[in-house]
């Protein structure tokens, strides 16, 4: 991507600058914030206790989360910034959950049986009563895109009414030099979301991505316990038109072996399949059965929202957002343990949104509004922050900016700051600046090779054109003993992402997680009490969004 001209980004370091300068010269001094990591800790102790059974979204335990974030939220000094004056926005829902699932490839005399979480996980977000589908035949499509201003398109075959079989992430992942798809970075034309959403389109009748750990992130107990839960999708005119009957993931050994069975090389296709020559490839004789009840119903979930009112500009708001749902509860792990508590995904965000809210109480008030919101919906598909964009409760056009939080630092300090999503906007330069007050460097689009810019909640508001600013500390570890640390990291990318085993433990490092608050606390401080509206930088997908509302900003 291309960034903005250096002139375009030193005007507007300087503003930050001289508004800083000129708020020091009064009496309402901008503070300098003292983050209290013991009581972090009790936050994240608390939402991830056992008591509020992983956080399901619409289930009794996200009462128990609104009534303890409003708490929180209203004794930190914040206000109710929701609906009609109370705490929460409702977000309206469809719930899909699955049961009695069977499944069975087909190829001549060869049969296997499909198993929900181990071999594959099926499921649906289309309503109905039950899912059928029969010697349906499979198509390997590539990576399932349809990208014209790329000059790409997978679908040189007509799907319909096929399962089609598609790789995860984006057609660079294996050979980032062909640069087809931005080279290293995934696109979102990598995430599995696309992947349904393009097969729907296509009038697929189902789809399986080949499960793979290092283009997925993650391993396959991950992608079993994600979808061995009921899925939400938001309520739509038409689901049809954009929701496949089965959406699944298949593991990679037996989609090797059903490669081979059919006459092909899994490996060959897959380097065929990162050229714009693809052809698709029929499995030839190859079908799936797919079976399964669905029984889906209406409901409503909650964003939860608070509010510090400006004191000059209260039109004009600064989101600090993170989500406070995680997967609820599922089949018992090896240990018998069946709550998914997500202490660090993400108790620990939505911890930090109350810790971030007490400073902001402690200091003067802002001359902008400050604006909390723990979304609801992200563990399915970032859908509370998808309806919040689409239904503000603050105009985006008058929405300076803001900073997501998901999944903070809990194992220590490290020398640098990751900035997904770097070169998109005029946000990177202060909270680099910020990362080298405290002696950091940066890591530009940390994570862009597993797509991480677009799976979290800052990225609906991206696409209707608020500058999102998504930080987490990176690079290596700066205080002893550093073993440990990295041990535990990688354990719980290992073990403990999206499984029971993500428990809240009592030693946690949160000096990481502090400075990573300190940098979105002080550009916020700058911004909020400034005139300067951060831009997208030109060549961002996003710029054109905000230019549409230009006028309302002057």
Same mark, same amino acid.
């Given at each position: 991507m291309r960034i903005s001209s250096s002139v375009a980004v030193l005007a507007f370091a300087a503003a930050l600058a001289g508004g800083a300068a000129a708020q020091a010269q009064t009496a309402q001094a901008q503070t300098a914030p003292a983050f209290d990591a013991a009581r972090i800790s009790e936050d994240i102790r608390v939402l991830s206790d056992d008591s509020f059974e992983g956080r399901g979204i619409a289930t009794p335990a996200e009462q128990k989360v609104i009534d303890y974030l409003s708490r929180q939220y209203a004794a930190a000094g914040f206000a109710p910034g929701g609906e009609n004056g109370g705490w929460t926005q409702a977000v309206g829902l469809n719930r899909f959950s699955v049961s009695n699932v069977s499944g069975q490839l087909k190829l001549g005399d060869w049969s296997q049986s499909l198993t929900q979480g181990q071999e !594959?996980?099926? /499921?649906?977000?289309?309503?109905?009563?039950? #899912?059928?589908? *029969? +010697? *349906?035949?499979?198509?390997?499509?590539?990576?399932g895109i349809s990208a014209p201003e790329r000059q790409w398109n997978d679908f040189k075959t007509d799907v319909r009414g096929k399962v089609i079989v598609v790789l995860v992430n984006d057609a660079d992942f294996e050979d980032p030099s062909l640069n087809t798809f931005g080279g290293e970075a995934m696109t979102y034309y990598g995430r599995w979301t696309y992947k349904f959403e393009e097969a729907a389109r296509q009038g697929a009748a189902g !789809?399986?991505?080949?499960?793979?750990? *290092?283009?997925?992130?993650?391993?396959?107990? /991950?992608? $079993?316990?994600? @979808?061995?839960?009921?899925?939400? %999708?938001?309520?739509? $005119? %038409?689901?049809?038109?954009?929701? #496949?009957?089965?959406?699944?993931?298949?593991q990679r050994d037996l989609a090797v072996d059903l490669f081979r069975r059919a006459g092909l090389d899994f490996e060959q296709e897959k380097i065929k399949a990162r050229s714009r020559d693809f052809q698709p490839v029929d499995l030839t004789g190859a079908t799936l059965d797919a079976k399964f009840d669905v029984k889906s119903e209406r409901i #409503?979930?909650?964003?939860?929202?608070? *509010?510090? &009112?400006?004191s000059t500009h209260p039109d004009e708001t600064i989101l600090y957002t993170g989500h406070w749902d995680h997967?609820?509860?599922?089949?018992? +792990?090896?240990?018998? +343990?069946?709550?998914?508590?997500?202490?660090? %995904?993400?108790?620990?965000? /939505?911890?930090?949104?109350?810790?971030?809210?007490?400073? @902001?109480?402690?200091?003067?008030?802002? &001359?902008? /509004?400050?604006v909390m919101i723990s979304f609801t919906g992200e563990e399915s598909g970032l859908l509370g922050s998808e309806f919040y964009a689409a239904n503000p409760l603050y105009p985006v056009e008058k929405t300076v900016g803001g900073f997501n939080i998901d999944s903070a630092a809990v194992f220590g300090r490290?020398?640098?700051?990751? !900035?997904?999503?770097?070169?998109?906007?005029?946000? +990177?330069?202060?909270?680099?600046?910020? $990362?080298a007050a405290q002696g950091r460097g940066f890591v530009g689009d940390a994570g862009a090779a597993a797509g991480i810019y677009f799976r979290s909640d800052h990225f609906p508001l991206a696409k209707k054109g608020v500058p999102m600013a998504y930080l987490s500390s990176t690079g290596e570890f700066v205080d002893a003993p550093i073993e440990p640390r990295l041990a535990r990291a990688a354990d719980y990318r290992a073990n403990r992402y999206h499984q029971a085993a993500d428990e809240w433990e009592a030693d946690w490092d949160y000096s990481g997680m502090l400075q990573d608050l300190d940098v979105m606390f002080k550009v916020g401080q700058d911004l909020a009490n400034s005139r300067t509206w951060p831009e997208w930088k030109s060549g961002s997908e996003f710029g054109p969004e905000r230019a549409k509302s230009a006028a309302q900003r002057r």
């Open positions: !594959v996980t099926m /499921t649906t977000r289309l309503p109905g009563a039950a #899912v059928d589908l *029969k +010697d *349906k035949p499979l198509v390997f499509v590539g990576y !789809v399986l991505i080949v499960h793979e750990t *290092k283009p997925a992130s993650y391993g396959w107990t /991950t992608v $079993a316990n994600s @979808w061995g839960v009921p899925q939400f %999708d938001i309520v739509r $005119a %038409d689901p049809s038109a954009e929701r #496949v009957a089965m959406e699944g993931w298949i #409503v979930t909650h964003n939860i929202v608070a *509010k510090l &009112e400006g997967i609820g509860m599922g089949e018992p +792990d090896a240990n018998g +343990d069946r709550i998914f508590n997500g202490a660090i %995904d993400n108790a620990s965000g /939505t911890a930090a949104l109350l810790e971030m809210s007490r400073q @902001w109480s402690a200091g003067p008030r802002p &001359e902008r /509004t400050i490290m020398n640098k700051l990751g !900035v997904t999503g770097y070169g998109h906007s005029e946000l +990177d330069e202060p909270v680099i600046a910020a $990362a």
